[in-house]
């Protein structure tokens, strides 16, 4: 049996508990341990069920068993506010972490765009964005690598259902750090970022939409060539990434309307948002869990900030 | 419905929503100027709160909803100042607008906020409603397309709006829908859960000629707040126009404190001369209302219409059918171009 990375998952809730199918697929992933506050949390019982150690006493729970079961990645799937907290206690002990969270600490990674850098950058923290971010970002750079996009504007609309309370009660950070990494990492000097939460019932599949303006008149074929090779790449870790309509051209402006659609792990397959956001995660988690078990990547333990 | 009450001495306040849901109605090309001239004319009618800001509110200014004439800053440094009595307010959509956009507005002398939720999502505006308290800013919660909420559901939202801080709970009738029966039941529903000193208001939309009948019915439930707009300036066939509205209630001796003729003035002297289409129930704002859409697709849909060749009235009964919500407005475009494909008026297009 070939060796795997040992993984532990803050927060029970849609996210970490999706991430769970995720990382039980991985050849290189192997989620062991499931963190979370509340005892009577469904989360957690659904995590023991599927064969995870659990702890209801948050991060803290978990310190003691870090170095004896050997656990060297976590994920954070909390709130922006608490992740500051987990990762300095978890760094200190050599664990490096996928943080979930719009917290945005550690670099900002969207897989088919820059997953490459952070393999080089031996950083202890990497920031997934959110799933707005995941959705759109990489249309926003299939144009900017072609042509410079001034301003770049995207809306994600969600089901009301697979949004949960954290995200629901921290939306600003939600907006900011995908506005900002719509620029940093979609490749546009300024940017925008809109959600919107639909009811609908049966609830609705994710929805994307991606406006770029380019500074200069937008070379057609060439930016339809890099969108298709672009939602090519996603479909490797995402399958349901899927190109509606677009890219529509109006002057300067590029259009692209995207539509994802999960594989129903947890949630079913209208929750895309959800998808996209573990399965970038795992996929971001498996690069570095190649490089440590190659030995390219050294772990080391982080001095807990004062 | 049952024999009108006698509301003879009740006291309304009414918020003017012509230079806010109106910039919609203008594609957000308000200039400065014109600002100053209605809202000075509205503060000298005795209207005591005037929502000024894109349509969209804070943050509105993008491709999705258009980019105003000036930034909502420069809308404000320009009102606030002239105002004697009134007091300016803004919408924030959370998931668009934000903490620093508000924090900016009261900075600019903002003193009240709709904070807006579709009916059903209340708990994305905790952060909002209490920042706006912290402020120390007049605080709403607006619940919009409240008719895709029943009266029972929506109580519980408007509830936890309540919790969060707001002073006033709002029934937005974003696609000018409802009937009297439809609000009575859900100002009652919200009467019997919400604090004595918490407030209710009501935002219609005149779709189904519905606006004034809408507002009354729910006074006499025991709203104390309502949104009109001077000349009926506003998104679809316009809020309950607000002239109208007055006259109304002198008649049944509802106390508003404005000046019914200098309304009357201020409409035909200035709002209908800035018009670009008549705002009224036509053939697609009566769609939105029979429909159930929301007001503000009216132009986007028109437009889309006429770049695919499409009725706009075929792509707004999609819309509704697909259950798109406020903020969906990219999927407007998406819905007509899907469309084009089906009925095949998309041949030499690649899409």
Request: charged fraction near 20%.
């Amino acid at each position: 049996m070939t060796q795997k990375i040992k993984c532990a998952i803050i927060g029970p809730g849609n996210i970490g508990t999706d991430l769970i199918y995720k990382l039980k697929r991985s050849p290189v992933l192997d989620p062991v341990w499931m963190v979370g506050i509340d005892p009577t949390s469904e989360g957690l019982v659904r995590a023991r069920a599927m064969g995870l150690k659990t702890t209801d006493q948050g991060v803290d729970g978990l310190l003691p068993h870090v170095l004896a079961d050997g656990v060297q990645i976590a994920f954070d799937a909390t709130s922006a506010y608490v992740h500051k907290a987990n990762s300095d206690k978890l760094n200190a002990l050599g664990v490096l972490m996928v943080d979930l969270t719009p917290a945005a600490i550690g670099g900002l990674c969207v897989p088919p765009v820059n997953l490459a850098t952070h393999a080089k950058a031996q950083a202890m923290n990497v920031n997934m964005i959110s799933c707005a971010g995941q959705a759109t970002i990489p249309m926003v750079n299939a144009v900017s690598r072609v042509q410079p996009v001034g301003y770049a504007e995207i809306i994600a609309t969600v089901s009301s259902k697979s949004i949960g309370p954290g995200t629901r009660a921290n939306l600003d950070e939600f907006t900011y750090t995908t506005s900002s990494a719509v620029c940093a990492v979609g490749g546009s000097r300024t940017g925008k970022a809109l959600v919107i939460i639909n009811p609908a019932d049966p609830p609705m599949i994710m929805r994307n939409t991606i406006y770029c303006l380019t500074d200069d008149e937008p070379d057609q074929e060439r930016i339809r060539a890099s969108v298709l090779e672009m939602v090519k790449e996603v479909q490797k870790y995402v399958p349901g990434y899927r190109l509606v309509n677009g890219p529509v051209f109006d002057g300067k402006k590029v259009a692209t309307f995207m539509e994802v659609a999960g594989l129903g792990d947890y949630l079913p397959t209208y929750a895309g948002n959800l998808d996209i956001m573990t399965a970038a995660a795992a996929l971001t988690a498996e690069m570095f869990a190649t490089e440590i078990l190659a030995g390219r990547y050294q772990l080391t333990a982080v001095k807990e900030a004062a | 419905m049952s024999e009108l009450k006698n509301l003879k001495g009740r006291k309304v306040l009414v918020h003017d929503m012509a230079l806010r849901d109106g910039m919609h109605a203008k594609r957000e090309q308000i200039s400065t100027a014109q600002m100053i001239a209605v809202a000075t004319a509205l503060d000298e009618a005795g209207v005591p709160l005037i929502q000024v800001s894109h349509g969209a509110g804070l943050g509105g200014n993008s491709l999705q909803h258009g980019f105003a004439m000036h930034s909502n800053e420069e809308y404000w440094d320009a009102v606030v100042p002239k105002m004697k009595r009134a007091r300016i307010s803004a919408l924030l959509i959370p998931g668009l607008g934000t903490m620093k956009e508000l924090q900016s507005a009261y900075d600019h002398g903002v003193r009240s906020v709709h904070v807006a939720t579709h009916c059903t999502e209340a708990d994305t505006s905790p952060q909002h409603i209490a920042y706006a308290r912290k402020l120390g800013m007049d605080a709403t919660g607006f619940l919009m397309m409240a008719h895709l909420n029943d009266a029972k559901g929506l109580a519980e939202q408007g509830k936890l709006m309540e919790s969060y801080g707001a002073q006033t709970i709002y029934i937005t009738d974003s696609a000018g829908y409802m009937l009297p029966s439809d609000v009575i039941e859900r100002v009652r529903a919200l009467r019997a859960v919400l604090k004595p000193e918490t407030e209710i208001g009501f935002h219609g939309h005149h779709n189904l000629g519905m606006g004034i009948a809408n507002s009354i019915a729910a006074i006499e439930e025991g709203a104390s707040r309502i949104d009109a707009s001077v000349g009926g300036l506003g998104a679809g066939a316009g809020n309950t126009p607000l002239e109208v509205f007055i006259a109304v209630c002198e008649r049944m001796g509802i106390d508003t404190g404005c000046d019914l003729f200098k309304l009357m003035d201020l409409t035909q002297d200035i709002i209908f001369p800035m018009m670009d289409h008549i705002v009224r129930v036509d053939r697609s704002s009566l769609t939105l209302g029979f429909a159930g859409v929301y007001s503000t697709f009216l132009l986007h849909a028109d437009r889309a219409g006429k770049k695919y060749g499409l009725p706009a009235r075929d792509i707004l009964v999609e819309l509704g059918r697909k259950k798109m919500i406020g903020g969906q407005e990219d999927m407007i475009e998406d819905t007509a171009l899907t469309m084009a494909k089906e009925r095949g008026l998309l041949k030499d297009k690649a899409a």
